[in-house]
Structures are given as structure tokens and as C-alpha cells.
């Protein structure tokens, strides 16, 4: 526990390292564990994460992006990395880092051989990317036939793995999906290693893939919130520790006589007194507009104050009418207590949102007590 004095978000390696043992529990012994790191590793610290997991022994990682997976070479991560969503404009320097691309499309098979031939490679590791029902990347079921010719035609690249992503894991509603997706990848494997000769990692479980399917684990999974500290349902994240504490103080106390407004465009009235504390952080450190007019709350001394009027750009307001306090006391925006994704929930948002919204502008602290 720090003695905060400003806004920060502590990150807790100790509970990134349970979330990791914890998740791990769930895999059978051989399964490979890849994190994800993408979007800042979910709005903590990408290389503060990525260094912490490749010590104690993560398989493999991913990033959306070929700048995100330069920045963890630049920092001295030497496991694999595959990256998601790479494009075209970004080939040379993807193999130049040794970044591993997920290939999604004829298109990006095409241009990412073109440029792994140029550049002289052999078995260039990349990731086949199939869509069984997310529709949003990958290629169909009926491209293997284009895959495997163009695959056979080169030396410059290898297939190293196969993957999928589920569209609902974390919906118990969408089962029966969910079951029609894992079959679907199953018999899109059986096709390709038929045809491939070879077999390489197949992998298709987000998170909640991983608590909820464990039939469908594979050779690796791909853990991101999980590692977090949130596995998108409660009976889950009592077992996992947030990784992330966003916490900060009060700057100043104000009281408000019945009929005084408060904020931008006056958008909240008191209606008797009112005691107001205003914080530093605003919707430029990420916590948006969404949050204002009581749909968000803080803690403070561990009682509830909920954002009253508009959320400004650097600051909140908190109703603290109730609540014993000072000026320069400690205001949780979430820590393990007041979970991110009960905080997010109530302005109709997820966890994976609110974290990941938290702004380079705030101080990350972190704490290492392993
Ligand atoms: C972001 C992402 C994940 C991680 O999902 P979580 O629900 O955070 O575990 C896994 N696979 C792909 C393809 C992703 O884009």
C-alpha cells in the first residue's frame, strides 16, 4: 500500500503472478500459456507486464499491433510474440523485430510472402488466423484450398500455429454458438494439418474460454483480462487479484446550498446541502463522460461517492455529503475491493474498457513484493 499523494494506477506484480498460477491451474500440464499484452497490457504497463511474465515462464505473447510488439522487443522481451492485427505497410519492420503475424486474409498471405521472399527468409514463423463466427478477421473454411497452394509454392514461411477466436465465451446464453464455433475449428485443423504435413499450435480460448471450456484448450490459450484480475463473472473474479489499483486524492471540498448547481452546464442541483470533493482525474485520464451524473462512483474511507454533474476533462465531483472526510484523503477509483468491472458495469460499459481507457498521463507505481 502506497501513501498516495497523487493520482496513480498501482500495478501489483504479486497479483499478476497469482492470476497467472491460478489460470495456469486450469490447463493441463502441456497447454501453452500466451498473454496478452495489447492496448498497454490492458491500460497497466506493457513491459512492466510482458518482463514479470516472461520470468515467470509465459509461453508465448500478443499484441494487436507491430508498434506495440517493438516496444517489447525495445525492452528486452526475447519470447515469441505474435501480433494480431498487423497490415501490410508494417511486413518489414514485423520481421525485422522478429514479430510473428497473425494471417488473416488471402490478401495478407499474399503481400506477407512477397515481402518474407524479398527479404530472403526460411519458414518464417507466422499464425493462421480462421473466422468460425466472430466475423471480424480471418479467413473462411473454403480458403484452404488458396492457403495450402500458396503455402506450398514457398520456403519463406512456416506455419506455426492455427487459431480461432470465440465470439461469446463468457455467455452461458450462447452455448450451443460457442459449441458450433469449437466444432467448427475442429474440423478446419484436421484439414489443415492433413494437408500442411505438419502440425503446428492450435489455439482458439480467450479467458473465458479458458474457464468455460476447458474441452477446447488445445495446445495454448490466450489469457488477457484473466491475467488482470477479471474473468467476467463474479464467481471468477473472487478467485483472481486486479493487477491495476487507480487511485487518487481529494483536492478540494466544497459545500452546496440547496438550488446551487454544480459542473459543466450546471448539469447537477443540489436539492439540499450537498458536500462536494473534487478530484484530479477527468475523462483525459479515462474515465469518460459515461461515468458522470451518478452512473460512476469512488470510494472514499470505504463508502460510496458517487461522480455527480459532468465529468471534466481533468477533474471529477464526487457527492461526499455522508461521508467522513478531509482534503487530501485517498479516493479509490477501483482497486481489488471496488472491482473495475463492477465500477464499469454500472455506466453500462465492461472492465476490458475502462481499464484499458486509463491515460499515459497517470503515474503508474509499481509495486513488487514477490
Ligand atoms: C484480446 C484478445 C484475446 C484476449 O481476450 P481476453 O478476453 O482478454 O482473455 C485473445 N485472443 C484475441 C484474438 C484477442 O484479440
Redesign the pocket.
Known sequence: MSDTKETILEINLAHLTHNYIYLKSKLHPDVKLLA?V?ARG?GSDAIAMATHLQKIGVDYF?V?YVSEGIALREAGIKTPILV?HPQVVNFSTLIKYHLEPSIYSTRILREFITIAEEKNQKEYPLHIKFNTGLNRLGFWENDIDYIINRIQETNAIRVTSI?S?LAA??DHNEKDFTLGQINSFKKITLEMIDRLGYVPILHQC???GILNYPEAHLDMV?????LYGYG?EAKYDSELKPVAFLKSIISQIHTLEPGETLGYNRAFTASHFTKTATVPIGHADGISRQYGNKKGFVTIHNKRAYIIGNVCMDMIMVDITDIECKEGDEVVLFDDNSSASVIAESAGTIS?ELLTAISPRIKRVIIDNE
Open positions: 496478452v495489447k490492458y500478443a494487436a494480431l487459431f477466436h465465451s463468457e480467450n479467458t473465458s490466450r489469457a488477457g483480462i484473466g467476467n476490458y
